[in-house]
Each structure stands twice: as structure tokens, then as C-alpha cells.
């Protein structure tokens, strides 16, 4: 199993009549909200916390894009994940992702991402996600019904980019560059591993079988669910002969909250993870799916439940009971989340988990105490699900053996003679 | 009318057609041919009219090889060929009238007469067009019916959005038809039109409705500037759908033109 430690990076400071008061957390947020000095704080805690993931034992501290939206603070998740390169020393950079067709040229991305593996020693897992249509169409002003047909073609540009040794021209619909000759090179060869955040259509299923992508469900809709998506991932999967189901092929995001006990999970987080669902989640269900965005065929196959603005809006509010029976989120004492996680793992037959552990606007200390548990008494319990799997390392990072620490320049004291001026 | 299909080089296109007399082509808005209708029955009493649908709108097969703008005007002019004409009366509403702006710029010569009715295809950064791809179906009536309520009453007359094979319809629909209009419109239906409307030589007649809301009349100026001689009737209590809502006084505006 591979359990990485996500954080939105939601702003905490959303007014408690926010729903009310305010139509969308996203687009169109109200921009008044923001403080540009708590944010300074607000940034360093979220950053520690993912470094303190990454102390403790999680596989990979993962961060994501998302643009004027009040829940995600990270337009630009390669600026973060280039700080936790530098501060942490061997969990995984999990950047889910990088929305490539937004990039121009989209070799930005490649760029970019070769730096933060050479930066990390060979330690990132790179995500190309289509985007959100919010983030894609609303906020970055692409045409919906070409923007797939882009993103294709970004995915095109960037693997050439990190495969082929020689300067070459592409001549693009979307982006025409004479010269294409990438440096720096990712340290891992021939490319670091890809993860594809995928909302079911089925060409985002074949177009992971056919490059060796993991498919993520990134919903916070929680793993009940999430059943009936991935089990048509896994139906694909099936059709198209694919020669093994690692579960590795697929991820998955869960919120989690680990406390003492059921009671006491109840009586710390629920306050903060009804501010996530019911106000971070407030958006504007006009901007949830520009027409086009989702291909015919997506619409037809029926993968709808999750997209048809339901009354109420995308997410009607939820009692903490709601939300834990529904599994929308998986809670309680070490046992409790230990049982629902290993029957999320096995009934979703996923390897790759995206643990959400800072949720809403919970204080940092919380969230310290529930991902403490959770790698403590939880994690390692969970480990090997999927033994006959261990070795499939087609989806995660594979580091250099020798790594270098960072800062570690020589004290002032030896200078002079380390620089040779004695000599 | 009737509906036919007429072959084009991208892909098979639907048409309808009624009337006799001088050839006028109409091209529909970003919602399709739907409130149309009764307006261009009436129209086909004065003229010979043909409705072709732009790919993906109704049951017209999709165009992915239209992607923009030109390919838009162009695939519309192998339209007009295909169907044998020269020179017919070139109507468009909204989209449509920001498509027969462009095809009139890019071939002065080939249209002599033209009428827009509330066309798209210019922006104003002080008087900023709706987001029509953003809007709930319950959002829209406002901006496009002078009379909203009235309006509303017509547009849901659709269906029921929980139910959910037709919201599934509503959806495919959606997706083709507003899809396709997105090429050219999303997210600011402007794709340099005001530079080339100084090419139109065509006699423009300019029909708006009073109290469009969606694109108001004051755009109707700003083509006027931009098309010499163009002239600008101004319809009373009628809103962005204005042949929709008094499609006799439309009538008459276009029949200027015979």
C-alpha cells in the first residue's frame, strides 16, 4: 500500500453563514474573504504539516491545483512541493497535478517537473490531471469542448519531452515549438511514474490502461461512493484484457479523522469537517460542468450521481453521522478507521490512498494528533493488503540510492581552509 | 417546414426549409432552432427559407473538425454552396448573426444583404455580455424574454430536471449543442470580429429588442459603428429572442432587404 498524506489547503475563515451568504467557494469567491497576512501563517502550518506527514512514515505527502477556490490555496502546487523537496529527505513529492493543458507551452510542465525530481533525488510521483472544470473553463478560460483534445496533446509533448534525446520540433494544434530539447531531465527513467485524477469518464480509464497511468478518484465524496466509479475503472479494465489489476492501476482520496474513540473523533473533528463539506464545498452548481467538458459518451455511460447539481447544491448539508455512515468520511478510534479503510481498500481494490487529514479548518494540533494515530496504530495494519503486489513499482517514485542532505554547506569556522586559500 | 440533409466536405449537415422566393438562409443562436419555428414559418410566406442547423444541435451529427472561428464561418459557407445558392438574404440571430458577420467580412463580395438580430461576436469591457455557459436553465429566461415570467413558463415546459433520464437527455444536449457553441463563444463570445467589420460591403440591417438583456442594445451602436450604413431597428417590448416575441415586426425589419 502506498498512503499518501494530502492537503487542500482550505482557508479557515469562511464566514459560518458563508452558504448563505455567498454563491460559489470557487470562481467567483468573494476575494474580500481573503487576508493576504493570515495567509502567511496559514501557508507555513500547512507546509509544516505535510513535512510532519512525511516524518512520519507516510509513502507521500501530496499536494494539488486549484484555482479562486477558498479550499485550495495552491494555484501553483510545484511552488510547494519545490519548499518540501528541499525539507524533507525520502517520502515522495506527490504533485496530483499539474493541469497540463493549462501550462503554455505545456513543456512547462515537463520543465518543472524534471527540476523537482532532480531537486527531490528522483523522488517524485507527477499527476496530469484534465482539471476541474471550474479550474479549467471558468477560472482559465478554456474552450470545454477542445480541452481534452489539448490536454492529449500536452501529455503528447511532455512524454516525447522526457524521452527523446535529441532536439525535435512539434507541430502542434495547440503549441508548435522548433526546438524541444528538455533541461533539466527528471532522474527517473524513463520518466517518474504518472497519476491521472480522473472523474469516470471512460476515455480517461483507456487513456490510463494504454500509457501505464494509475487513475485516481479524487472526490470527497467518500469510498462508498466512490464504488460504483471504480468499479467501472475495473470493469474497463477487464474489457480491454489488461494484463494484471494491480491495484496499484488505481488511487483513491479519503478524509480521515483518527481520534482516541468513535466518540472522542466525534466530539474533535466533526465541527471542522462540517466547515469542509458545507462550506468549502459550497459551489455554484453552474460551474461545475461547462457543456463540453464531459465527452457524450461520459454522459450517456451514466456516471452521473456525482454530477447532476443535486438540489441544494453539489453537497446538501451533512451531520457528522451522515457523513460517517455514508462513508463520505472514515472516522473514529484507531479500530474503527483501521476495519472501514481495510474494507474501503479491498472493496474499491485500490493501492494507492490520498489520505485527507487536515480537513476545514481544523487547528493544526488536530490535525498533528489524528495523523499521528493514523500512521501509529492504522497504517501499519494496513501494509499488506495486496502482497502479490509488493513488487509492482510501475506507479511510484523510484529515488536515487545516494542522496544528498539539503543544507549541508560547511560550517563558517572551515571555510577557509575547506576553499583551499591555505594551500 | 421540412427537415433534409445536405452533404458538406466536415460532415452531413440538417436543414430546414419552406418558402418561396428569394433565397434567405437563417442561422440560429447558441440555443438552437427551438423558439424558432414559428418565426420562420411566417418568415417563409415572403421568402424561401433554409435553416441549416450547425453541427451537433438537434439531431445533427457533431463536427470535431470545426474548432474555431474560421473553420465556423468557412463550414458555413460550404453550406450555402452545397445548397446551390449565391448571394441569399443572410440572417443570423445571436450566434447565428455573429457567424453571417463573419462570413460577410471574410467574402465581402458573395453577400449583398444582410440582417443581424442581436448578433454576438463583439464586447464592450463597460457593458460585459452574460455568462450563458454558467447559467442554470432557471437563470436564463431574464435575459433572453422581455416578458421572463411568461418566458420561464415556456422553458420549463421541457421537462423535469430530477428526473433523471431527462436530465440525462438535457445534459447530452447540452453538451452537444452549447458545446459546439463554445468554440466560438466560450468564455467571451468575441473572436476579433470588431477588426474585420469594416470588410462587410453587404446592406445590414440591425434588429434588436429593446429590452435584451443579454446583449444589450447598446452593442446594436457599436455594430452600426462598425458597418457602414447599417441601419438599426429598435423593437419594442421584446428582449434578446426578439423574433421569438414579435416576429412580424422582425419580419418586416428583414423584408427591407427584398
Known sequence: MKFTWFNLMPWPYLPADFRQTHRSVWVDIDSKLFDPEKSHELYNTYIDLLEYAGALGFDGIGVNEHHQNAYGLMPSPNLIAAGLARRTRDVAIVVLGASIALYNPPLRVAEEFAMLDCISGGRLVAGFPVGTSMDTNYCYGQIPALLREKYREANDLILRAWNEREPFAFNGRYTKLRYVNLWPRPIQQPRPPIHIPGGGSIETFDFCLDNTYSYSYLSFGGYVRGKQLMQSYWDRVAERNTPDTSPYRAGFAQTICVADTDEEAERLYAKHVSYFYNRCLHVFPGFADAPGYRTIKTIQKGVLSQYAPPKGGLFPELSWKEMVEGGYIIAGSPETVRQRMEEMIKGLHVGNIFCLMHIGDMPKEKSMYSTRLFAEKVMPKLRNIFPEHAADNRFWCRPMANRVSPGALPTEVDLRQMAGADD | ?258
Open chain 2, 1 to 258: 417546414m421540412e427537415l433534409k440533409t445536405i452533404q458538406t466536405p466536415h460532415v452531413p449537415v440538417r436543414y430546414h426549409e419552406a418558402g418561396q422566393g428569394q433565397p434567405l438562409v437563417f442561422l440560429h443562436g447558441a440555443g438552437g432552432l427551438d423558439l424558432d419555428m414559428g418565426f420562420l414559418d411566417a418568415l417563409a410566406e415572403k421568402f424561401h427559407v433554409y435553416a441549416p442547423l450547425m453541427p451537433g444541435y438537434g439531431d445533427s451529427e457533431e463536427c470535431a473538425e470545426l474548432r474555431d472561428m474560421l473553420d465556423f464561418k468557412l463550414h458555413t459557407w460550404d453550406v450555402v454552396a452545397a445548397l446551390g445558392l449565391k448571394d441569399p438574404i443572410l440572417v443570423g440571430f445571436s450566434m447565428g448573426g455573429m457567424i453571417a458577420s463573419e462570413m460577410a467580412a471574410v467574402a465581402p463580395r458573395d453577400v449583398s444583404r444582410l440582417a443581424l438580430i442581436a448578433p454576438a461576436g463583439l464586447w464592450l469591457d463597460a457593458h460585459p455580455i452574460p455568462d450563458i455557459f454558467s447559467m442554470l436553465p432557471y437563470q436564463l429566461p431574464p435575459y433572453l424574454f422581455h416578458d421572463a415570467a411568461a418566458g420561464a413558463k415556456i422553458m420549463s415546459a421541457g421537462g423535469d430536471m430530477s428526473d433523471p433520464k431527462f436530465l440525462q437527455g438535457f445534459l447530452v444536449q447540452a453538451a452537444r449543442q452549447l458545446g459546439a457553441a463554445g468554440k466560438i463563444m466560450f468564455p467571451i463570445p468575441d473572436r476579433g470580429l470588431a477588426s474585420r467589420l469594416y470588410r462587410i460591403k453587404a446592406k445590414t440591417i440591425l434588429i434588436w429588442g429593446e429590452s435584451d438583456k443579454l446583449i444589450p442594445p447598446v452593442y446594436a451602436q457599436a455594430f452600426q459603428r462598425g458597418i457602414a450604413g447599417a441601419e438599426l431597428v429598435m423593437v419594442p417590448e421584446a428582449g434578446h429572442v426578439v423574433a421569438f416575441e414579435k416576429p412580424h415586426d422582425v419580419i418586416r425589419a428583414i423584408a427591407r432587404l427584398a
